[in-house]
């Protein structure tokens, strides 16, 4: 995974219309970027303005998965461990036999390891993993707190991902306090990891919360 043609070819391996349609879950179009919860959609730019390569990754297509593998070196397909875990409910892991499915049209076959959802979340999501893990990440309610995963030394960086152009840009909206200017930073670093690959991104769905108005200091459970 090292090899960005490796990253790239998992990637339009996936299907997350499929996915959308297993679940019944909808998703209209002009579909906000996977990259950024659909929760804040005002922060995230549509995969038709990502840049073309990075654009091209979010559409389904193992015949050129096949040929990134290829000229990475594995002509006869990659076989992988892959580590998730049942507890997040049938409708997960009727996501997870799609993925499986469609990653084997694009040439990657994953060996599938099921973990007791404690021993999962305790370990894999730390990055205490073999090699591939297919999970849930959520309840974010500010672009930075997505962009934790991508910077060195962060407990929840479990791809390992340090890139100094990408963590300049996530230290930049951080202290970028003109609401606009910082928007843009945060499409930049969307432009910029539609292609790097860092992590690969299914489908984003909306959770709603309720509550009354007396009720202060509240934040609703959307996992």
Avoid at 83 to 105: F, H, I, S
Avoid at 110 to 136: C, N, P
């Amino acid at each position: 995974f090292k090899d960005v043609r490796v990253r790239r070819a998992l990637a339009m391996s996936q299907n997350w219309h499929e996915v959308l349609e297993t679940n019944a879950w909808s998703m209209g179009k002009g579909a906000p970027n996977p990259l950024i919860p659909a929760t804040l959609r005002d922060w995230s730019i549509p995969i038709g303005q990502l840049p073309a390569e990075g654009r091209l990754l979010y559409e389904f297509d193992p015949k050129a998965a096949r040929k990134l593998l290829a000229d990475a070196g594995h002509g006869s397909g990659l076989k992988i461990p892959l580590e998730t875990t049942p507890g997040y409910g049938p409708d997960w892991m009727d996501a997870v036999q799609v993925a499986l499915r469609n990653w084997k049209e694009g040439g990657i076959e994953a060996d599938l390891k099921l973990k007791e959802y404690g021993a999962f979340v305790s370990s894999a999501i730390f990055g205490k993993f073999e090699k591939m893990i297919l999970t849930l990440r959520g309840a974010t309610n500010d672009p930075d707190s997505y962009f934790v995963p991508f910077m060195p030394g962060e407990p929840l960086n479990s791809s390992g991902v340090n890139d100094a152009k990408l963590t300049e840009m996530i230290k930049l909206q951080r202290r970028t306090f003109d609401e606009k200017k910082r928007r843009e930073i945060v499409y930049d670093i969307q432009r910029y990891a539609s292609q790097t690959v860092y992590y690969a991104f299914g489908p984003s769905v909306n959770a709603v919360g309720a509550w009354m108005p007396y009720v202060k200091n509240f934040g609703p459970n959307i996992g």
